[in-house]
């Protein structure tokens, strides 16, 4: 069996453009745009999944197709926190497993040849940062923990609660 790559991300949103241009700074690391194309009425979804290196406002603003999301437009906003001061290598990785996984509607690229054996851990956050307790309708689809061995998918949600 070749060598498995974990991966957690901290992902935090549901932001607006305007919340990214008032932080222009927030940048490195994936990406969802979410939210619905011209004529669609089904729920908003998970339509295109990136990577960036630089600003996420930037890129989303200069980003070809999030511009067709015409309804509903929102970013949720990825962390790489392992491994630690994750190179554009993990990015990629990572980018690939949901991508495969997920499959979003605007990707064109990396659907249709299975990652690497990866495990990626998906923590969810509210904009202020605070953990969130219940899953938002628009990723419950996707699963707080997605592993590829090479063959086979496990998948599955975390609980969350405190010891309060």
């Given at each position: ?77 990825g962390?790489?926190?392992?491994p ?50 219940n ?23 975390l ?6």
């Amino acid at each position: 069996m070749s060598s498995h790559n974990t991966i957690i991300i901290n992902w935090s949103g549901p932001f607006t453009y305007e919340d990214l241009e008032n932080n222009p700074d927030e940048s490195n690391g994936l990406y969802l745009a979410t939210g619905k194309l011209k004529n669609q009425r089904k729920e908003d979804e998970i339509k295109y999944c990136g990577i960036t290196e630089g600003s996420f406002f930037k890129r989303l603003k200069e980003h070809h197709k999030i511009g067709k999301i015409t309804q509903n437009q929102q970013f949720w906003l990825g962390k790489v926190i392992f491994p630690e001061n994750a190179s554009r290598h993990y990015l990629e990785i990572a980018e690939s497993l949901i991508i495969y996984f997920w499959q979003p509607e605007l990707n064109t690229r990396k659907k249709v040849f299975p990652p690497k054996p990866t495990t990626v851990i998906n923590y969810w956050f509210k904009k202020n940062g605070e953990p969130r307790f219940n899953q938002k309708a628009i990723y419950k689809d996707l699963d707080d923990v997605l592993s590829w061995d090479g063959d086979l998918w496990r998948t599955g949600n975390l609980t969350v609660y405190s010891n309060d």
